[in-house]
């Protein structure tokens, strides 16, 4: 078992890893729409949340030799079932053909007061 942290994010605050490297799997734990560049919350927009989130994600498989491509599932844990059409609409976007195994989680509050969460499940690339 290997502990998956990107160089590009911070060190979490609480009692968990960004990511977890085990037997070819890849289990990224829920990522948050953070701005890198200033490690601050983002709270605008949900299309803009989603895609930061999805980049968050995006980072810590990048780090453990994988990448979206290679999800095999996610779950989104989203504060307002009403954003659920914009959320779908920017993950197609982000994700494109790709479709993996996905769950969507209505939550009444997210840290930060952020509007969504994604946690995810992905293989390492086959050529590595």
Known sequence: MKT???PTQPQPKGHYSPGIEHNGLIY??????????????FTGDIGEQTELALR???AVLQSAGSDLS???Q???YVSDMEL????????AEVMGEHRPARAIVPVKDLHFETKIEIQAIACQNRER
């Not at 659920?84 to 993950?91: E, G, L, M, R, T």
């Open 74 to 76: 996610m779950t989104i």
């Open 84 to 91: 659920w059409a914009a959320v779908n609409a920017k993950y």
């Open 4 to 6: 998956i942290q990107p």
């Open 56 to 58: 968050n994600v995006e």
């Open 28 to 41: 990224v734990s829920g990522q948050l729409p953070m701005t890198l560049d200033t490690r601050e919350p």
């Open 70 to 72: 290679q999800v095999l």
